[in-house]
T-cell receptor, first 115, second 118 residues
Framework: KAGVTQTPRYLIKTRGQQVTLSCSPISGHRSVSWYQQTPGQGLQFLFEYFSETQRNKGNFPGRFSGRQFSNSRSEMNVSTLELGDSALYLC??????????????FGPGTRLTVL | AQKVTQAQTEISVVEKEDVTLDCVYETRDTTYYLFWYKQPPSGELVFLIRRNSFDEQNEISGRYSWNFQKSTSSFNFTITASQVVDSAVYFCALSELESNFGNEKLTFGTGTRLTIIP
């Protein structure tokens, strides 16, 4: 079974631009979560989607948004990029996003650099 | 609020030595889940183990073993006879049952960078 895939793997943008990152979950997984990893703040939860609905959201500004499609693929968007948005963005998928039965499996990440 | 502390920022050991990575957590819930992930230089987080709060049995998987102690809120990870391929950053994480619908959200520790010296 193929793992979680993320595209693109690397991205360079300038301040003020916007960016869209994509995540394809493991086949059969319906929950997709996004995390931001930076040297200063570590790994932080962004949001989680299940059946095209955002169920949980971390403490990030509204510039960070996401969506999920009917095939469970997910995208996250960051508008008006700031230097501090430079990070590794990790996507994780699980069957139903229920801690009782699930484990999150992570993709390789998208490394975003904002200049 | 839940919190995970990995006090060891970096550890270096010589190959074949045993090494223990510490993890201490805080939570108000009685039902929660603990995880360990490995992050090699490639960046992907690799799942290692999951443990629920009702199962305090220690677990061994090859050279890896985990010691879960609710009394001290710790979930420590030991690598026996370490190898160079074990060099990576290791993260401990906590998930609480926020609702009947799940809303699984992982809270991570800051990670421990393990370097195995050949």
């Amino acid at each position: 079974k193929a793992g979680v895939t993320q595209t693109p793997r690397y991205l360079i943008k300038t301040r003020g631009q916007q960016v869209t990152l994509s995540c394809s979950p493991i086949s059969g997984h319906r929950s997709v979560s996004w995390y931001q990893q930076t040297p200063g703040q570590g790994l932080q939860f962004l949001f989680e989607y299940f059946s095209e609905t955002q169920r949980n959201k971390g403490n990030f500004p509204g510039r960070f948004s996401g969506r999920q499609f009917s095939n469970s693929r997910s995208e996250m968007n960051v508008s008006t990029l700031e230097l501090g948005d430079s990070a590794l963005y990790l996507c994780a998928s699980s069957l139903e996003g229920r801690a009782v039965i699930d484990t999150q499996y992570f993709g390789p990440g998208t490394r975003l650099t904002v200049l | 609020a839940q919190k995970v502390t990995q006090a060891q920022t970096e550890i270096s050991v010589v190959e074949k030595e045993d090494v223990t990575l510490d993890c201490v957590y805080e939570t108000r819930d009685t039902t929660y889940y603990l995880f360990w992930y490995k992050q090699p230089p490639s960046g992907e987080l690799v799942f290692l183990i999951r443990r629920n709060s009702f199962d305090e049995q220690n677990e061994i998987s090859g050279r890896y073993s985990w010691n879960f102690q609710k009394s001290t809120s710790s979930f420590n990870f030991t690598i026996t006879a370490s190898q160079v391929v074990d060099s990576a950053v290791y993260f401990c994480a906590l998930s609480e049952l926020e609702s009947n619908f799940g809303n699984e959200k992982l809270t991570f520790g800051t990670g421990t960078r393990l370097t195995i010296i050949p």
